[in-house]
């Protein structure tokens, strides 16, 4: 459907033209009648900066459509007062009017219709020769008759321009109107976000301090409920900023192994043992790029809850690699699965936002059908763009592209050394029901050679190991839970000769007792690999993280602030973890009357407060620590994490921001960008 403005644009364009042909014609019939000679070169001038002043890019609207107007105008008039022109005036001033409607200027058919009286005026009273036309009824009838449609036109052209003008006016109060309800939609959004985010806070803090204490699954289910609640709440308001077109990017320095040990972690979550989850790393992807990390942590987390949601059986494949630019590179994210798939009619409504599947109140998909829209509007916020190869009962493809700029060119993945041996996959192919499946783990494993230009070779059973043995140095296998257990024996004597031998196993997994074969938690993919490659027998592969120590911050002198007595405990238990000195306060005005006795390293600040919200707290702080010479470190530790909130809080003169529920990972790197050297101690492996 055409926009009402290219609509509006068009008609104006036709006005234009229209009164370029109404000049050529007068031009012509100036020559032919033998009148007025300086005439034609006023009209050309005329006419030449008419169309200069309607293409011009610069000049107000109003003065385009006085320019045009202004040359219809001359033509009508200059046409109208000869003799020849009585009985054609009529037909040019309607012919104007309508035309110039276009411009819903209500001054133009008001002047037209002046034109036309002072025309036939003129004719009647002054013009010499009018003494020679024949004046008879018909003649004055006809005058008449002309004159009444010409009122007419009038009358219709006002009220059509006034109709317009009403609806324009009625327009732009409801769109002041839609403009207020979204500044309230976002105040609500702020409100409601603090106000379900704290008992979440509470709820995934204390099952946190539970865990610590050993209570075990209870604990574990209450945190896992407590996230999945928190990424709701999280959606809805993405959903909204990406359908107001308001989605604002905060843009900072990540690692690029982040994001996809971040995949891993969320696979983990949904305890999806029936489900194969492969991942391809391009180990040439840049170590560290510059981009909004938490926007793009949603989009993976969305594509992967919508292919695990979808697919039964079989995998999922993600792939992450970047493609050159001229101002850095183009991030691109695969997430290919083998479920159910979607036809033509399902792809194209996604971008439209709540598509599901299954809509039914029992429907078994779950969710709350925002993801795919949420994912689209994030990646065109960011300049990407998403496309989906689909087809129905044979799986989905979705490929994301989003425009990065670079912060350390050095490849996310090198060995450390010149590899001593080839590697080995061993995988067997006929246990995979989906053959898909196979495809995922040769592409993965291809891309991992090319990409760290190592010799990696596929065999399928311990004879094709025996004779790749017999044939070259093998330094490393790499296999599944079933190859092992078909062969444990074997693999363990392989390892007692030296051979690193590591098994990709479901938790819970464990070799024969004494045995030195490395257990990795699945999924396989390139960091860990690379890991193993680069420490062999003594590496650290139990975890899903990147295996560094946690941050020592003994001693750090905190006060933490906040209205809530829960999320005082939740916060207090997380930071003394760590070795902080934790003192509270109840209130913005205790927190001050507590920094002017105590001396504090940082300050974690709550933004929503009665009496006195944090940030009015922070400038009060500031102001007492200039008049006292002390310098502290201000973090907003708050719940209101709307689109900007970030970016908000550093203008207001934060030194960092955490959002609710506390985020280790953000805690501490918060704590080490913003924390003087010398309050902080780094585990062995560093930060």
């Not at 599901?356 to 509007?377: A, C, H, P």
């Not at 230009?453 to 094709?464: I, N």
Request: hydrophobic share 45%; net charge negative; glycine share 8%.
């Amino acid at each position: 459907m055409v926009s009402k403005t290219l609509k509006h644009e068009r008609k104006e364009r036709f006005a234009v033209f229209l009164t370029s042909l109404a000049a050529i014609g007068l031009l012509i019939i100036n020559e032919l009648m033998g009148w007025e000679a300086w005439v034609p070169v006023v009209l050309i001038i005329m006419t030449v900066l008419m169309w200069a002043v309607h293409l011009s890019e610069r000049l107000d609207p109003d003065w385009k459509a006085f320019f045009c107007f202004l040359t219809g105008f001359f033509i009508i008039f200059y046409y109208g007062v000869h003799k020849t022109g009585l009985f054609d005036i009529a037909i040019l001033t309607a012919v104007g009017m309508m035309a110039y409607e276009a411009f819903d200027r209500l001054y133009m058919p008001y002047v037209f219709l002046a034109e036309y009286f002072f025309i036939m005026a003129w004719h009647l009273l002054n013009i010499p020769g009018w003494d020679d036309m024949e004046y008879d009824v018909f003649s004055i009838s006809r005058l008449l008759m002309h004159t009444l449609i010409i009122v007419f036109v009038y009358v219709i052209c006002t009220r059509a321009v006034r109709e317009r003008l009403e609806r324009e006016e009625e327009d732009r109060l409801k769109n002041a109107r839609i403009e207020k309800n979204d500044a309230d939609m976002e105040d609500f959004l702020s409100n409601i976000s603090h106000e379900l985010r704290t008992p979440i806070n509470v709820v995934n803090g204390m099952s946190d301090l539970l865990i610590k204490r050993g209570i075990g699954y209870e604990a574990e289910a209450i945190k896992n409920a407590g996230i999945r609640l928190a990424y709701q709440i999280e959606d809805i308001q993405d959903y909204t900023e990406c359908k107001r077109n308001k989605v604002i990017l905060e843009n900072e320095d990540y690692m690029s192994t982040s994001l996809i040990n971040d995949v891993v972690f969320s696979f983990r979550m949904h305890e999806r043992e029936d489900l194969e989850l492969v991942v391809d790393l391009n180990p040439s992807v840049p170590a560290k790029m510059n981009g909004d990390i938490k926007k793009i942590h949603k989009i993976f987390r969305h594509l992967l809850e919508n292919a695990v949601k979808f697919t039964k059986y079989g995998g999922i494949l993600v792939r992450m690699y970047t493609e050159k630019i001229e101002n850095g590179v183009n991030l691109c994210i695969e997430m290919t699965d083998t479920g159910i798939g979607m036809d033509r009619k399902a792809v194209a409504s996604v971008a439209d936002g709540m598509y599901q599947v299954n809509k039914k109140r029992n429907r078994s998909s779950g969710g709350i059908g925002l993801g795919l829209y949420i994912v689209y509007g994030f990646a065109h916020a960011m300049g990407g763009f998403v496309k989906i190869e689909s087809e129905k009962g044979n799986g989905s493809t979705i490929r994301v592209t989003v425009p990065q700029r670079i912060a350390d060119p050095s490849p996310c993945l090198t060995l450390s050394g010149e590899l001593s041996g080839v590697i080995l996959f061993h995988v067997r192919s006929d246990k995979y029901k989906v053959p898909k499946l196979r495809d995922f783990y040769r592409s993965m494993a291809a891309n991992l050679a090319s990409g760290t230009r190592t010799q990696l070779y596929s065999v399928e059973t311990v004879y094709d190991v025996e004779r790749m043995r017999e044939k070259t140095d093998v330094g490393f296998i790499f296999m599944g839970q079933e190859e092992y257990e078909d062969n444990k024996g074997y693999f363990d004597a392989l390892c007692e000769e030296g051979v690193v031998v590591v098994v990709s196993a479901n938790a819970g997994f464990k070799p024969n007792p004494g045995s030195r074969v490395l257990v990795m938690p699945k999924p396989l993919y390139a960091y860990p690999v690379i890991k193993v490659i680069n420490e062999g027998f003594n590496v650290q592969v139990s975890g899903l993280e990147e295996d560094l120590s946690k941050p020592d911050f003994e001693g750090v002198r905190a006060l933490i602030v906040d209205d809530e007595p829960m999320n005082l405990v939740v916060a207090s238990g997380i930071f003394k973890d760590y070795g902080m000195v934790i003192d509270t306060a109840g209130s913005g005005k205790e927190a001050l009357l507590k920094f002017r006795e105590n001396d504090y390293d940082v300050i974690f600040m709550d933004h929503m407060m009665p009496e006195m919200d944090g940030v009015e707290a922070m400038k009060q702080i500031r102001g007492i620590a200039n008049d006292t010479g002390r310098s502290t470190v201000i973090v907003a530790l708050t719940a209101n994490v709307v689109s900007g909130a970030r970016e908000m809080f550093m203008r207001e003169g934060f030194d960092g921001f955490i959002a609710k529920p506390i985020n280790t990972a953000d805690f501490e790197r918060v704590m080490l960008r913003e924390l003087p050297g010398e309050n902080l101690r780094r585990g062995d492996n560093g930060i």
